[in-house]
């Protein structure tokens, strides 16, 4: 059974403070030369950014109904950052090397108007501009998405058995609504199109074969996720893990598959090509195979604060900064100093039992 931690003890030990004040002293201080490297050696490449920490989904792994039930504190409106201080923090990210953006959420497709925060986003230049939804309202979205420069997409579906699916988002979404998303974002032009699986073993590892099966050969990437603990209320136990080499063994059991090179360094998927030439898969490995030592991903929550790591506990105020007056140049200072001061590592030190602190929630600056 899962432990559904009270709400108020999601509430982290307040370091925010700490950290807007170390962001706006970075922000005064005179630019620091050089290459953009954290306390790791790893530069600053993808950015991903979080819309709406709302969602027209509870999937257990993310967002238990229990917690993030009717009185759950969402952000206020005012509190999110508008579409031109995002352009504006991402133009900063791209300037000191970000060259993929992803947008997030909770669902991103929420967001009244996203279309014009792509566009906004794609006049930035040469930046592989993506997104990742739970596909409940891409088969009407998909189109306008790809008008305003959306790159690729990426769809979130657990299952295609219908009672699965419904039981994992939890409130009851047919799969064919997905499928028929899925569809439209192909016929839109938003290919390749990688489709995400959380797998929980328990809920729906039986899914796995016949997920894989219905993708190969149609151009379409299914990534198959290992259940993580992120934030504190999904009720994490390393016994509902389904470790990636299972997944794949399980799947090269019936259609042979072979390793294939990563597309870039830091690429979050491990992936796998079908030996017959059907297409390939992706497995994300975060518990049982880390890769914290090439991880160049940064994180803006929906209102304006950075994450250096999926599992951290606080971010940097950014927010405070781009409705304060400083100049981007400032902004720039004050993102570089957060990098080079970052250190996380959390998946190569997580273990069975380590213990479950009140963490970002995924819901609040998407994964
Ligand atoms: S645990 Fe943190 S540092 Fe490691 S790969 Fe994930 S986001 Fe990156």
Sequence with gaps: MATIIPLADLRAPDRTDALAAFAREAALAPAV?????????????????????????????????DVFGRDYPFLAHADLLSFEEIARVARVFVDLGVRKIRLTGGE????????????????????????????ALLARKAADLRAAGLSRITVSLDSLDDATFRAMNDVDFPVARVLEGIDAAAAAGLAPIKINMVV?????????????????????????????????????????????????????????????????????AERWRYADGGGEIGVIASV????????????????????????????????????????????????????????DRYSEIRTADTPRTPKVEMSYIGG
């Design 33 to 65: 030369g050089g290459a953009l490297a954290d306390a790791r050696g790893r530069g600053l490449h993808d950015l991903r950014i979080s819309v709406t920490d709302r969602c027209n989904f509870r999937c257990v792994y993310c967002m238990p109904k």
């Design 108 to 135: 991103p497709l929420l967001r009244k108007n996203v279309e014009r925060l792509i566009a906004m986003l794609r006049a930035l230049g040469d930046v592989d501009l993506t997104l990742t939804t739970n596909g």
């Design 200 to 268: 929980k073993r328990g809920m729906n590892e039986a899914s796995i074969l016949p997920m894989a099966r219905r993708f190969k050969g149609s151009g379409h990437i299914v990534r198959f996720i290992e259940f993580m603990d992120v934030g504190a209320t999904n009720g994490w136990r390393m016994d509902d893990v389904v470790p990636a080499a299972e997944i794949v063994r399980t799947i090269g059991a019936q259609m042979p598959l072979v390793p294939a090179d990563p597309n870039y360094e830091g690429e979050v």
């Design 288 to 343: 049982t195979q880390a890769f914290c030592r090439d991880c160049t991903r940064a994180r803006l929550s929906t209102d304006g604060k950075v994450y250096t790591c999926l599992f951290a506990t606080d971010g940097y105020d950014l927010r405070t900064l781009v409705r304060g007056g400083f100049d981007d140049a400032a902004l720039a200072r004050a993102v570089a100093a957060i990098w080079r001061r970052r250190d």
